[in-house]
């Protein structure tokens, strides 16, 4: 049974940092950070497709970083240097193990969501 469990969110101020986890059960070829902030669309902000591959939004190069920790089946979603403008609801999705993940492939499987909010 498919597992996605994120945690890490919380209230912040401008130039704090954030670490947000998502642990997925069984396994997972991709996996990415999306966020969606109140009246605004869907944004794609970091993806990792095993082991090393990795894409981010423009917006957070040089201050976000997506890792994994194979062990754990967790992927952390690092965010250093937070502006206001980061304000959303981050959610994790995964594709399974064995499917061929590439930047571009769609999303299956998706968590709940946990809130960042950066105060100025």
Do not use: H
Not at 57 to 79: C, H, P, W
Request: glycine share 10%; charged share 20%.
């Amino acid at each position: 049974q498919v597992q996605l469990v994120e945690s890490g969110g919380d209230s912040v101020q401008a130039g704090g940092s954030l670490r947000l986890y998502c642990a997925y059960t069984p396994s997972w070829s991709c996996m990415g950070w999306f966020r969606q902030a109140p009246g605004r669309g869907r944004e794609e902000v970091a993806r990792i497709i095993k082991y090393d591959r990795t894409t981010y939004a423009d917006s957070v190069k040089g201050r976000f970083t997506i890792s994994q920790d194979n062990a754990e089946n967790i992927v952390y979603l690092q965010m250093n240097s937070l502006k206001p403008e980061d304000t959303a609801m981050y959610y994790c999705a995964a594709e399974p193990a064995g499917v061929y993940c590439t930047p571009w492939r769609a999303f299956t499987y998706w968590g709940q969501g946990t809130q960042v909010t950066v105060s100025s």
